[in-house]
């Protein structure tokens, strides 16, 4: 094996090139703080399916310019409906622009706004800032300087110095492994997950999100790009129901992502009664199904040690109810730019772990207990047959203290 000497101090290390890893690099740029960005994958791939950026994250994309390259990747969300697995409406608001936020909620294919940011990144850092196939293994810490040894493509090392090492790479990260030896690991809920993208024709004015079902299984849809004619979108689709006791371990990680068939859960599709689409027709028109668990990890005491610290889903891994992965991820990557604009490094990245830890880990446990979509449980257990009249089933302030309550805890919430 042979390994590269020391290179010239860039800056702050990034080790992970996914979304929060590029926004902080944009972040970073933006305010003339030198950076480089690590990725471990050899080139970038238009992987996975469907997210949503929410408002406050989509201000900090926003004030990196990157509204316009939005717009030609997302939809602008409009609307969010919880209805139970007849399709009877269980709650229905307006989101983003539509909300009253200043900027807009985006349904987006992850892959799409992933080749977006690395792109951005790419014209404003320069190429020289990228480093694809870059395997972090290891850091060791100085007084004035870390140093992150990396591991090549072709099984070579390089180690590289840095005013700071950030880990955003996932949540498989090498970077919390290395500072917390002894953490648990990844804890799955017992909930597979299986989801696709296909053409569809537009529903709802083809701008509209919705989430359906009962205790059972669950139905998440929402269009995440232009279609391939006028009338229809890129449309997500995701069913999730409990295949397992909650503490089983996981699958192994390489049955992550997998391919998976209709079989395997068509009679959690067949119980969907939608009345605006036809969910199994849906389904069996995806060229490609995915299945993979619903996991994350317990809060860490702590992210930050001197020099190093965590950021996205490498320090928060959560359920992806709520639509908020990515979009907490923005979040640490502005606070801690912002504080590294006005501390030195130590201090700053002490700061940006006191902000945002606990911030993150209120999030993570109520998205363990269902997050907005208990909702659609409370109503199930109250009424699984459906009902004549919501509000005989429980008042708008009941439902209002869940789905509201959750967006002023996780930021999002529109003042009042």
């Given amino acids: 094996m042979t390994r590269s000497r020391a290179a010239p101090w860039p800056g702050i290390l990034i080790a992970g090139g996914g979304i929060g890893g590029l926004t902080l690099g944009l972040m970073l740029h933006q305010q003339g703080i030198q950076c480089a960005i690590y990725e471990s994958a050899t080139e970038v791939k238009p992987l996975g399916v469907g997210i949503n950026a929410l408002p406050h994250s989509i201000r900090?994309?926003?004030?990196?310019?990157?509204?316009?390259?939005?717009?030609?990747?997302?939809?602008?969300?409009?609307q969010l409906t919880y209805a139970n697995h007849l399709g009877q409406q269980i709650w229905c608001e307006p989101r983003g622009l539509f909300a009253g936020h200043e900027v807009p909620q985006f349904s987006v294919h992850r892959g799409r706004l992933h080749a977006m940011l690395w792109q951005a990144a790419i014209d404003r850092l320069g190429p020289a800032a990228l480093h694809p196939a870059h395997r972090l293994l290891d850091v060791t810490q100085h007084p004035d300087h870390v140093t992150a040894r990396f591991q090549r493509q072709d099984g070579s090392t390089a180690d590289v110095t840095g005013l700071a090492l950030i880990g955003a790479d996932g949540i498989h990260s090498a970077l919390r492994a290395l500072l917390h030896p002894n953490d648990p690991g990844i804890r799955w809920n017992g909930i597979q997950m299986w989801r696709g993208a296909v053409d569809w024709p537009a529903f709802d004015g083809g701008d509209s999100m919705v989430i359906a079902g009962d205790a059972i299984a669950k139905l998440v849809l929402y269009p995440i790009g232009p279609g391939e004619t006028p009338h229809t979108r890129l449309t997500n689709w995701v069913i999730y129901a409990r295949v397992a006791d909650a503490g089983t371990p996981p699958p192994q990680r390489e049955n992550w992502s997998r391919l998976g068939a209709y079989d395997a859960f068509r009679h959690l599709?067949?119980?969907l009664h939608l009345p605006f689409i036809d969910v199994a027709a849906l389904i069996r028109k995806t060229a490609e199904i995915f299945e993979y668990p619903m996991c994350d990890r317990d809060p860490l005491p702590w992210w930050t040690q001197g020099?190093?610290?965590l950021l996205g889903d490498a320090a928060h891994p959560m359920y992806p109810v709520g639509s908020n992965g990515a979009s907490q991820a923005i979040l640490d990557a502005r606070c801690l730019t912002d504080l590294l604009g006005q501390h030195p490094v130590p201090e700053a990245l002490a700061a940006y772990e006191a902000d945002r830890l606990p911030a993150t880990a209120a999030i993570v446990r109520s998205n363990r207990i269902g997050g907005p979509e208990r909702v659609i449980d409370l109503i199930a257990a109250r009424a699984p047959d459906g009902f004549a009249n919501i509000e005989d089933i429980a008042t708008e302030a009941e439902r209002a203290e869940i789905v509201r309550g959750y967006a002023q805890l996780a930021g999002f919430g529109v003042r009042r």
Wanted: without cysteine; proline residues 4%.
């Fill in 60 to 78: 900090e994309l926003a004030a990196l310019g990157l509204l316009p390259n939005l717009d030609k990747i997302a939809i602008r969300t409009r």
């Fill in 269 to 271: 599709a067949e119980r």
């Fill in 307 to 309: 020099r190093v610290t």
